[in-house]
């Protein structure tokens, strides 16, 4: 049984007081599963796919995004489940010189082949392009990688929590240029944060699991929030946590003792004496182990 949201009687997903209506959907049993067609199983497949939030970093471009691999183990088990395979087949290349010689810029057409794996005549074929900036030799690999990330996003409506229309296009007049044209790595290096990025860190917020506890995203932001004022991740929040739970004295690091005071190589001992220091101030509050033999 999956519960979730769907479309109601208003066409857009919301009830009529603002709130979605909530949906049982029961799963089909498996000796159901072989009289589907093709595209029942990539409904099936649609319905079980979970969201996928943004919680890997390029650090380069300053920005978050959804992984290959992420994608991959996610749906891995449900196309064995639901019996689809997929194939990927380049088609079309093109590899161009851009940034003054400095990069290349390869674009790659590939061909996506989805089978029903319990009857291989039940199949369909799509396109879908790549394209990749590259320094080296990995332009091929990038535009395979892409590709198929975003033909199985699209084919199985799995949610990254992005929209292209919740950003502007970079204007060039923000951009800084090298001499020879290349900007790769020059844009102006100012923070970016994410509505769920740490601010300590800088990582994506995710669920985590430490000990017993698991803790939701949401969960500890408005924790860190509330403790600490900004946006903490798990491993963030409890060491801050740890920081302010610990004793006064920790915190404060040793003290110098009160019966003595040190002045300019010098200490004052109670009853106002004054002891001359050999060495530097701490010798005469912090002896060594050789101070009783006079080495």
Known sequence: ???GTGINTNGNGSAAGGSAAPVDLALPKPEEIGGFNVHQRIRWISAEARSLPKSQWNPEGAFAYAGHDQIIDMLRLLLAKYGVNIYQEALD???EISLGGMEHMTTVKFEYEVVNADSPDDRFVRHNWGEALDDWDKG??????VAEKMFLLRLFKIATF????AHSAERPGNRNTSQNGSDRGKRAHEPVQFQNECQKCREPITAARRGDKTWQSTEVIAAAKKKFGKRLCVDCFLAAEAVANSPSDIKAGPSVPEHATTVSGTSEAP???????????TAALNPGPDADNGT
């Open 1 to 3: 049984m999956i519960a």
């Open 93 to 95: 290349y093109k590899r």
């Open 140 to 145: 091929l690999n990038k535009c395979s990688t």
């Open 162 to 165: 992005d929209d292209p229309d």
């Open 271 to 281: 009853g106002g004496k004054q002891v001359a220091c050999a060495g530097p101030p």
